[in-house]
């Protein structure tokens, strides 16, 4: 077999990936140099429907619908660079097949049909039935490349442009390929010690990384909410638990309001994930009757947008939540931005806070600002 046919780079090795069908992760994690890069190859064809039960190493990504199937990816082969001749090898000879995700023809919300969702929500919250709602909403653009061969060089702008955020890029078969740059960790695990952050609340900045807005009562109490209810979540559940003062978190274009959290465990991890998994940051409070207002509300299902995601290992996992990220199809893309709506939300502010956490993306792919979607490409939608 001649060598020079083979991939031995992450970029050939992604795209060969996707060429075959071989599930992939690659991953960088904040303040880190780099990436890693991870397979499965000896799947023959089948992927892990379940969380990992972080007794091996590899890739978790759970859909934000806690009742829909949670995906594994071992890491039987991890890399921070070149593949070595095995991996080569054991790539070249995975077997899978599959079919390509076509891009949805519709489901975006436009102005009017978020306002409508977002009246209703209020309705909800006026009654007393609600206090807070995660309304969300996607873009979707047409890409130059009707393949997947630009995929890699998306993973390294978003790496590049923001050093201080979990970026990722991932491919499960029969379920898409995703990427993104998400600033908010959902739990890291290791040696019995959990940290988590309640990050809600947002404002865009300057360039010079100054607030162009004060922060207001609105995002103050959205921002409160999750913060009494992670607090809540690990007082019942873990020892020792500390919480940090609020500051305020930089992720890019924007910044959020932010209160970290420390704590000990004894038991496993699932039962701590089921009771965190989604906290009122993705979905809302009461979360029952929060996540049974989005199922009515939005017009597109989230899939793997306000789930969670990130490698794990034997007793430790670094989980993020899937957020400022995209779903990449064959010639187009489709991206997912929300926002908490309160009883002190105005509809013009959450409208434009949705644009500002779009521009994490747009930017990096050329585009300024939600408005000039339709100058990306003619055929943009």
């Known amino acids: 077999m001649c060598k020079k046919y083979l991939p031995v780079g992450m970029k050939e090795a ?20 780099g990436g890693r890069l991870g397979f499965g190859v000896s799947l023959s064809g089948r992927i892990e429907r379940k969380t990992a039960d972080f007794s091996v ?52 919300m436009d102005k009017e049909a978020y306002r409508t969702a977002f009246e209703e929500i209020m309705r909800r919250i006026d009654s007393g039935v609600l206090e807070k709602v995660v309304l969300s909403r996607t873009l979707t653009l047409k890409r130059d490349d009707s393949g997947f061969s630009d995929v890699f060089s998306y993973w390294e702008l978003l790496r590049k442009a923001y050093p201080h955020v979990f970026v990722f890029l991932y491919f ?87 209160t970290d959290f420390t704590a000990l465990t004894g038991d496993g991890l699932e039962s701590l994930l089921k ?20 199922r009515e509300v939005e017009v597109h299902e989230r899939k793997f947008y306000g ?29 997912y931005v929300g926002g908490g709506i309160n009883g002190d939300s105005i509809f013009e502010d959450e409208w434009e806070e949705t644009s500002d956490k779009a521009a994490t993306l747009l930017n990096v792919l050329g585009i300024h600002s939600v408005a000039d979607k339709a100058n990306f490409n003619d055929n943009a939608r």
């Open 14 to 33: 992604v795209t060969h990936c996707l060429d075959s069908f071989v599930p992939f992760y690659l991953y960088r994690l904040p303040e880190r140099e």
């Open 57 to 108: 190493p590899g890739f978790v990504a759970v859909p934000f619908d806690s009742e829909e199937e949670a995906y594994f990816i071992p890491g039987e082969f991890e890399c921070g660079g070149d593949l070595t001749d095995k991996a080569v090898r054991d790539l070249k000879n995975a077997v899978f097949s599959g079919i390509r995700m076509p891009c949805p023809e519709s489901g975006d």
């Open 275 to 294: 009771a965190l998994h989604p906290t009122p940051a993705l979905g809302g409070f009461p979360r029952e009757e929060a996540l049974a207002c989005i």
């Open 172 to 258: 499960i078969p029969g379920k898409g390929v995703w990427a993104g740059a998400s600033p908010e960790l959902l739990l890291d695990y290791a040696e019995g010690r959990v940290k988590t952050m309640a990050l809600a609340g947002t404002r865009p900045v300057s360039f010079e990384g100054e607030l162009l807005k004060p922060w207001t009562q609105k995002e103050i109490k959205e921002q409160g909410v999750v913060r009494d209810y992670i607090r809540g979540v690990l007082e019942t559940r873990c020892r020792s638990v500390e919480m940090s003062e609020t500051h305020t978190f930089m992720a890019g274009n924007i910044c959020h309001l932010c």
């Open 307 to 335: 789930g969670y995601l990130g490698p794990v290992g034997k007793d430790v996992a670094r989980l993020y939540v899937n957020i400022r990220s995209m779903e990449l199809f064959p010639g187009a893309f489709r991206l």
